[in-house]
């Protein structure tokens, strides 16, 4: 495909994507209140604004990414925008007077509109990824003080230590660390991937590694740790130690790091488990979700919430095509409809096959993610963009897989479809980052069946980065 006929596909797509959330909030508002919203046309034209502008910054600056990674993104906010909308309507009618009936899709898009600037500001700024190689110590010294930082604030609602308060501001480091420190791991596997690759001893058919080398994991493991015990944060230690282990393997292609690593996290989240109340009573309402209705005398210690139990109801009556836009009761939840539980809306709705679309969409992000690590021919950008591939991908498995019962809740935000000022902006960070390593990889691509006519990337990289760094 020409790279005209990639940004032409893009735009196509984005505005499609816009075009299909706005029927949806137009649908749902004439469902619940029959008449079209007054604010469908300056949502969306702003919407549409931010994703063209969006367009033509990736159009300039990264010609050649591919035309799928930045529509997907597009479609999973503006569709994430449009269900914040619609339960807008429901909680200012039935909480009026407590937290939950405030207004949250403005928020979003201010949120939104942050996250649009930032965004095309990182495609001007980063002319090649390779840059970020340079950078990758550092960049792990401040995710760590990022990490660690919230366990010196006070806990949230429901206990967990996620957040860095400033006056009335408020921050989820830890939406922005899981960047951080894909880029750094991508730097560090790639000057060490010799020595980890070294096979040791063979247990079991295994060819476990030497344990001067176990070192690294052991470090990554402790410090996932330390973030469950003092910050009660399961979805973050859960992130944070699975992308280093995907990483390693995709460096060493070893698998006996995976099963280490299963292992490693199995056995930490275990013991955390039993002896934390707050991650227990996590386990006790994933074990135990209906009990929740027994007598007070009767239910499991440390039950205390419905949400989970709310959330199998409202998937259950959902059934394969969902009751409709506007005409279920997601909002039963309450304010949980509107972070990691904004899932059990599309489950309710839009049914199985609700469900079924967004989880496609995000698999498609992640393999457009992993196509473009196959894509690329330098080992840092191979490793950075299966890192963030694995990054989404991870986080997606924690939220839907908590929200469903599959594993105990994590309270992580589900990437680009859940409210929130910290996650929006660092998911399309990540997007960024992205879109740059495919422009390195569709470029070369390009150069190799167009050598007389596609700029040499060799000189490009040359220009904007020394050559000690290269």
């Known amino acids: ?23 949806g909030y137009a649908g749902a508002s004439l469902a619940l209140r ?31 990414a591919d035309p799928l990674i930045l529509p997907l993104a597009v479609m999973l906010s503006s569709l994430g925008l449009m269900l914040i909308a619609r339960l807008d ?7 009026p007077h407590s937290s939950p009936g405030a207004p949250g899709a403005p928020g979003q898009v201010m949120w939104m509109s942050v996250a649009g600037v930032v ?3 990182l495609l001007v700024v980063i002319k090649h990824h390779r840059i970020l190689q340079r950078y990758s110590y550092l960049t792990m010294a401040v995710a760590l003080v990022l ?19 400033i006056g009335p501001l408020s921050l989820e480091p830890d939406e922005f660390v899981k960047i951080a420190i894909a880029i ?21 058919g295994m060819n476990l590694p030497r344990g001067r080398n176990v070192g690294p994991i052991l470090a990554v493991w402790a410090v996932s740790l330390l973030v469950l015990i003092f910050e009660n944060d399961l979805g973050t230690s859960l992130i944070f130690f699975g992308v ?61 919430s419905d949400q989970s139990a709310q959330a199998l109801f409202s998937f259950g009556s959902g059934g394969v095509l969902g009751s409709g836009l506007g005409q279920g009761y997601p909002w039963l939840i309450g304010f949980a409809g509107r972070s990691d539980f904004i899932l059990t809306t599309v489950g309710e709705e839009l049914g199985l096959a609700g469900v079924t679309a967004v989880l496609l969409l995000y698999v498609l992000l992640i393999e457009r993610g992993l196509r473009t690590a196959l894509l690329l021919t330098d080992p840092f950008g191979k490793l950075l963009a299966a890192g963030l591939a694995a990054t989404i991908g991870l986080q997606v498995f924690v939220v839907v897989g908590g929200v469903t019962g599959l594993i105990p809740l994590t309270g992580k935000a589900l ?10 902006v660092a998911n399309w960070l990540l997007v960024g980052i992205l879109l740059k390593l495919s422009d390195a990889a569709g470029r070369a691509t390009y150069e190799r069946q167009n050598p007389t006519q596609a700029p040499s990337t060799a000189e490009a990289m040359t220009a904007v980065v020394p050559r000690a760094a290269l």
């Open 1 to 23: 495909m020409s790279v005209s006929r990639r940004r032409n596909t893009e735009l196509v797509l984005v505005v499609g994507a816009v075009a299909l959330s706005m029927f």
């Open 34 to 64: 029959n008449t079209v919203p007054s604010s469908l046309f300056t949502v969306g034209g702003g919407l549409g604004v931010l994703a063209i502008l969006a367009h033509l910054a990736v159009r300039r600056f990264a010609p050649y």
């Open 184 to 204: 750094f791991f991508a730097g560090y596997l790639m000057a060490n991937r010799d020595a980890l690759s070294l096979a040791g001893r063979r247990v079991w």
């Open 244 to 304: 280093f282990i995907v990483m390693l393997y995709v460096a060493t292609e070893r698998g006996s790091w995976v099963v280490i690593g299963v292992l490693m996290a199995a056995l930490g989240a275990g013991v955390v488990g039993s002896t934390s109340p707050h991650v227990k009573a996590r386990v006790v309402a994933w074990l135990h979700p209906m009990a929740i209705f027994l007598p007070p005398a009767q239910r499991p210690p440390g039950l205390i």
């Open 119 to 121: 965004f095309i500001a």
């Open 415 to 424: 990437p680009f479809l859940a409210q929130g000022g910290s996650s929006t």
């Open 89 to 95: 309507i429901s909680y200012r009618a039935e909480y």
């Open 147 to 165: 990490l660690l930082a919230p366990a010196f604030f006070p806990s949230d609602t429901f206990g967990a230590k996620r957040w860095i308060f």
